[in-house]
């Protein structure tokens, strides 16, 4: 069955940096739109990032444009999202979703596959 485990999350400090990882399992990587989706806490979910796994075009949203990077290995079925510059905002659970594109607009768990996330902290 299709499975994700995020990891890579963590405590850090203001202006610091933080890769976290995606481990996939039971469908084929390539071809799929892979997703970062955020919760921070007392909010609701908010979309964070997409690629295409099979040609790497990405979005992202605007709160992270410039700072956030999402990239995946299709040889080895991972996702990615490299964290720079980190702000106390960003602090959430981050959560690796399989899905349309169209699931993250918004994001809707009932839609797709999605892990059980890593919590990210930014506080000084």
């Known amino acids: 069955q299709v499975q994700l485990v995020e990891s890579g999350g963590g405590l850090v400090q203001p202006g610091g940096s933080l890769r976290l990882a995606c481990t996939t399992s039971?469908?084929?990587?390539?071809?799929?739109?892979m997703h970062w989706v955020r919760q921070a806490p007392g909010k609701g979910l908010e979309w964070v990032s997409s690629?295409?796994?099979?040609?790497?075009?990405?979005k992202s949203a605007d709160s992270v444009k410039g700072r956030f990077t999402i990239s995946r290995d299709n040889t080895k079925n991972m996702l990615y999202l490299q964290m720079n510059s980190l702000k106390f905002e960003d602090t959430a659970l981050y959560y690796c979703a399989k899905a349309p594109l169209a699931a993250m607009n918004p994001p809707n768990p009932d839609f797709g596959y999605w892990g059980q996330g890593t919590q990210v902290t930014v506080s000084s």
């Open positions: 039971g469908f084929t990587f390539r071809n799929n739109w």
């Open positions: 690629i295409y796994t099979g040609d790497g075009g990405t």
